[in-house]
C-alpha cells in the first residue's frame, strides 16, 4: 500500500532563513510519481513539482529546491531564502504509475515564515 | 493559464439534506477527480472519472455520493444526505493525459466548502 509521511506538523521560520520540509513514501511499485503541493491561506491546491521514480536528479526552480532520494525513500522540498508569502501548508504526495492512478497525499507542514 | 473552476466557494446546508457541488474541468481535459479535506487533516481521494464512467473510487465515496458530468462541460459530486462528518473541503481536479502521464499535472480548483449543520 502507499503511504505518505510527513513528520513535520509545523515549522516557524525567520525571513530568510532556508528551511527543509520532509517527505518519505511507502510504495510497492517501482515505477511512481511524487508530488509537492502549496496550499496558502485562500485554501487552493497549487502543483509546485512532480518527479518520476527514475529521475534522481535533484531539481533547483528558483528558491525551491528538491532533492529525491530513493535509497532512503525520501523526497524532501527546500526553501532557501524564505518569505512570508512562503507561508502556507505543503504537501507532499505519491501515485503509482499503474494507469489512473489516485495522489495518496501526506498530512502536510505547515509553514509559518514571520518577518 | 487555464483553471478548474468550482461553484460554489462554501456551502452551508442541514444535516440530511442533498448538496450537489459544481466543477467546471479545463476543457481539453478527459480525467475528472475529486479528493477532499476535512479541516486540518490531509487531502483525501474520493473518485476519479473517465470516459463518462468512475474509473477509480475509495472507501469514502459511499453509497450517498454521486458523480455526474451532465452536460460535457460541468462534473458535478452530489451528496444525497448529508451527515455532519461530509464537513470538508471539496477539491474537484482534472488532467488531460492518460496512462502511466496522467499525473503529469493534476490542476485542482480552489475548492468548496461544506458545512453541514
Known amino acids: 500500500a502507499q503511504k505518505v509521511t510527513q513528520a513535520q506538523t509545523e515549522i516557524s521560520v525567520v525571513e530568510k532563513e532556508d528551511v527543509t520540509l520532509d517527505c518519505v513514501y511507502e510504495?510497492?511499485?517501482?515505477?511512481?510519481?511524487l508530488f509537492w503541493y502549496k496550499q496558502p491561506p485562500s485554501g487552493e491546491l497549487v502543483f509546485l513539482i512532480r518527479?518520476?521514480?527514475?529521475?534522481?536528479q535533484n531539481e533547483i526552480s528558483g528558491r525551491y529546491s528538491w532533492n529525491f532520494q530513493k535509497s532512503t525513500s525520501s523526497f524532501n522540498f527546500t526553501i532557501t531564502a524564505s518569505q512570508v508569502v512562503d507561508s502556507a501548508v505543503y504537501f507532499c504526495?505519491?501515485?503509482?504509475?499503474?494507469?489512473?492512478?489516485?495522489?495518496?497525499f501526506g498530512k502536510g507542514t505547515r509553514l509559518s515564515v514571520i518577518a | 493559464e487555464p483553471e478548474v473552476t468550482q461553484t460554489p466557494s462554501h456551502q452551508v446546508t442541514q444535516m440530511g439534506q442533498e448538496v450537489i457541488l459544481r466543477c467546471v474541468p479545463i476543457?481539453?481535459?478527459?480525467?475528472f477527480y475529486w479528493y477532499r479535506q476535512i479541516l486540518g487533516q490531509k487531502v483525501e481521494f474520493l473518485v476519479s472519472?473517465?470516459?463518462?464512467?468512475?474509473?477509480?473510487k475509495s472507501e469514502i465515496f459511499d453509497d450517498q455520493f454521486s458523480v455526474e458530468r451532465p452536460d460535457g462541460s460541468n462534473f458535478t459530486l452530489k451528496i444525497r444526505s448529508t451527515k455532519l462528518e461530509d464537513s470538508a473541503m471539496y477539491f474537484c481536479?482534472?488532467?488531460?493525459?492518460?496512462?502511466?502521464?496522467?499525473?503529469?499535472?493534476?490542476?485542482f480548483g480552489s475548492g468548496t466548502q461544506l458545512s453541514v449543520l
Open positions: 481536479a482534472s488532467s488531460a493525459q492518460t496512462g502511466a502521464a496522467t499525473n503529469e499535472k493534476l490542476f
Open positions: 510504495t510497492r511499485d517501482t515505477t511512481y510519481y
Open positions: 518527479r518520476n521514480s527514475f529521475d534522481e
Open positions: 504526495a505519491l501515485s503509482e504509475a499503474s494507469g489512473n492512478t489516485p495522489l495518496v
Open positions: 476543457s481539453n481535459h478527459l480525467y
Open positions: 472519472f473517465y470516459n463518462n464512467e468512475i474509473s477509480e
